[in-house]
């Protein structure tokens, strides 16, 4: 299904002048017809009426649209084209406008329940339903998915959408709610993309695919994953003609059930990398300390001593509480 912009129809205000003016002549006739006694006054009589019930029907076909709306129309179950940009329309009155999800309710803009409003600044705002399609840019904030990441950790995520109909036709006639099927496509996106990747750095994963581990994770490269996940939503929504403008992580934690075991596991890792800066350091102290003594001739230290003195530099240097030193007021030796 393609997409038919209808033109040549936004002469609404003309339509109208031209049925009011049909209906105040058909009261005129009406009036003639009543004041004759003749068959002639019972036939201009009834022709004003159907004139009159014509001109009503005709009314219908006056359509106003706002800037960023849509009307998509049918005749008698024909797709007869849609209505774009703001303005004043008239088409045929029998023709029906058609917007499968209007009533769909999402976690996303643009939503509203059936006969309630929206609240703006704590007022209520009330907004009338309508089959007319919205252009707009709106967002979708899907609710969290749980998902095993590729080490089999589970994982919450969630995502939030930034998307726009391009191509009306295709959204109300190749699917059967385009709301629902984008909600549906951007979880199965993120589960596609989310399994590939490990929560933080691992080894020997490979995440892009060239069959080389790298330095790929979900904490670490969320630009990436979700730049990821924008084309993967893409490419299944084209066929119900929206556009993803933009995919970004909302939330990413471990899953409850491991939270803690993992925040144990990174405490530790935190506290081995702490400990190697610490004792390189303190090597490197130690070396120092021995050569300057050397230098400086200050003192000769065998080697059973110079062992001692490592020892105890090393002790005051790596460890967690202040030294407490025993002073040696005797010989060396």
Same mark, same amino acid.
């Given at each position: ?82 209505? #774009? ?5 008239? &088409? ?5 406008? !058609?917007?499968? /999800? =209007?009533? @769909?309710? +999402? ?122 996940? #924008? ?5 299944? &929504? ?5 556009? !993803?403008?933009? /995919? =970004?992580? @909302?939330? +990413? ?81």
């Amino acid at each position: 299904m393609e997409e038919k912009i209808l033109t040549g129809k936004k002469h609404g205000m003309l339509a109208l002048f031209i049925l009011f003016a049909i209906m105040f002549g058909s009261f005129a006739l009406f009036i003639c017809g009543v004041s004759l006694d003749d068959g002639l006054g019972v036939f201009l009589a009834i022709l004003a009426m159907i004139v009159f019930i014509g001109d009503m029907i005709a009314f219908a076909g006056l359509k106003i649209l706002r800037p960023q709306e849509a009307l998509v129309l049918t005749l008698f179950g024909k797709y007869t084209g849609t209505l #774009k940009g703001p303005g004043y329309f008239y &088409v045929n009155p029998f023709s029906s406008a !058609i917007n499968p /999800a =209007r009533n @769909t309710q +999402l976690s996303q803009s643009g939503d509203v329940k059936n006969g309630d409003g929206i609240q703006i600044s704590g007022q209520s705002v009330k907004i009338s339903n309508t089959n007319k399609l919205s252009l707009k840019v709106m967002t979708l904030n899907n609710a969290r998915q749980k998902i095993n990441d590729v080490l089999g950790n589970p994982v919450e995520i969630g995502i939030a959408v930034t998307w726009r109909i391009v191509d009306t036709a295709k959204a109300v006639f190749n699917v059967d709610n385009y709301k629902e099927f984008l909600s549906l496509m951007c979880d199965t996106a993120l589960r596609d993309i989310v399994r590939i990747y490990p929560y933080d750095v691992a080894e020997n994963i490979d995440t892009t695919g060239d069959g080389k581990a790298d330095d790929g994770s979900l904490r670490g490269s969320s630009t990436v994953v979700a730049e990821r996940i #924008k084309n993967k939503i893409q490419e299944s &929504v084209d066929e119900a003609g929206i556009e !993803i403008i933009d /995919a =970004r992580i @909302t939330y +990413l934690a471990y899953a409850p059930e491991i939270a803690a075991a993992m925040l144990q596991r990174q405490q530790a890792s935190a506290i081995i990398d702490a400990r190697k800066i610490i004792v390189d350091g303190a090597v490197g102290m130690v070396e120092m300390a021995l050569n300057k003594l050397k230098e400086e001739s200050i003192i000769e230290l065998d080697d059973e001593r110079k062992a001692a003195m490592v020892s105890n530099l090393l002790v005051v240097l790596c460890g967690n509480k202040d030294a407490q030193p025993i002073v040696n007021s005797g010989s060396l030796y």
